[in-house]
């Protein structure tokens, strides 16, 4: 039998598919008191159609992460 090996971008695809759900689920089982995070979190994951200035501030971030991600490989040019 031969070994299916699924390609980087499948993968990629996977994760951003997915990864917010999963995360938002993780915090709501784990219940920190401290980290407001929660919530915010929440709505990112579920696509609200009013989000929060705590989730538009994780937007950025994940958006400016992308793009570091980029300009480290030299894929963007700005």
Do not use: C, W
């Amino acid at each position: 039998m031969i070994g299916i090996t699924p390609s980087g971008q499948f993968l990629n695809h996977l994760i951003d598919k997915f990864v917010l759900n999963i995360i938002a689920d993780l915090i709501d089982k784990i219940f920190m008191q401290r980290v407001v995070i929660a919530n915010a979190i929440s709505e990112v994951a579920h696509n609200e159609p009013s989000l929060s200035p705590l989730a538009l501030v994780l937007i950025q971030g994940k958006t400016h992460a992308q793009y570091r991600m980029l300009k480290r490989h030299k894929l963007v040019n700005l």
